[in-house]
């Protein structure tokens, strides 16, 4: 069963840092896009980061130049990396992890973690 654990979240005055982590398991995440959602309270869930297995990135124009997303292949792990933190990035952050089909039976997958909350304040 496929289980994905996000950590990191926390307060943080404006301007700060936070690293997020999520470890997946129980599955095989050679080939997949792993990325981090955030959903703020009354708004819709939104993308954040992405990266493919092979390391391609996509940003959100709102955190481009501040965040950064990366993996660790090996131990099936995804970070992000939050800089320069602003009040409209709080919300609860999501690690999800889409695999696709690799045989005509199966269909592409799309799994979320629980949520880490963040908070920009003073």
């Known amino acids: 069963q496929v289980q994905l654990v996000e950590s990191g979240g926390g307060l943080v005055q404006p301007g700060g840092s936070l690293t997020l982590s999520c470890a997946a398991s129980g599955g095989d995440f050679r080939v997949s896009v792993m990325g981090w959602y955030r959903q703020a309270p009354g708004k819709e869930r939104e993308l954040v980061a992405s990266?493919?297995?092979?390391?391609?990135?996509n940003y959100a124009d709102s955190v481009k130049g501040r965040f950064t997303i990366s993996r660790d292949n090996a131990r099936n792990m995804v970070y992000l990396q939050m800089n320069s933190l602003k009040p409209e990035d709080a919300g609860n952050y999501y690690c999800?992890?889409?695999?696709?089909?690799?045989?005509?039976?199966?269909?592409?997958?799309?799994?979320w973690g629980q949520g880490t909350l963040v908070t920009v304040s003073e």
């Open positions: 990266i493919t297995n092979r390391g391609r990135t």
């Open positions: 999800n992890v889409q695999t696709p089909a690799f045989t005509v039976e199966q269909v592409p997958q799309n799994y």
